[in-house]
Nanobody
Framework: QVQLVESGGGSVQAGGSLRLSCVAS????????MGWFRQATGKEREGVAL???????YYADSVKGRFTISRDYAKNTLYLQMNSLKPEDTATYYC?????????????????WGQGTQVTVSS
């Protein structure tokens, strides 16, 4: 069973930066893909960024050029560097693992989820 624990959320002003971390424990095969999703109040959960087993990255259009996803295999940790934050980035951010090797943002279907970390961006 894979367990995911996120950290790094908080409150920032527009234009600021945050880095989210997600530590994975249990069986985390390098062939799995990992990603970040977010859910704002009253909205559906959406995919934000994905890194597949080959290291390719995918981003939602709304965060391209501002967010960077990365993965440290040695530390079993997934990161999301968020720069130039906007009030519309306010949401609970979830780390996720998909046992598929090469999904895309549109096709990613997570098998495991973290508990979420809150990000609030004020104008």
């Amino acid at each position: 069973q894979v367990q995911l624990v996120e950290s790094g959320g908080g409150s920032v002003q527009a234009g600021g930066s945050l880095r989210l971390s997600c530590v994975a424990s249990g069986y985390t095969y390098r062939g799995y893909s990992m990603g970040w999703f977010r859910q704002a109040t009253g909205k559906e959960r959406e995919g934000v960024a994905l890194i597949d087993s080959g290291g390719r990255t995918y981003y939602a259009d709304s965060v391209k050029g501002r967010f960077t996803i990365s993965r440290d295999y040695a530390k079993n940790t997934l990161y999301l560097q968020m720069n130039s934050l906007k009030p519309e980035d306010t949401a609970t951010y979830y780390c996720a693992v998909d046992r598929a090797s090469y999904p895309t943002i549109a096709t990613m279907t997570p098998d495991y989820w973290g508990q979420g970390t809150q990000v609030t961006v004020s104008s």
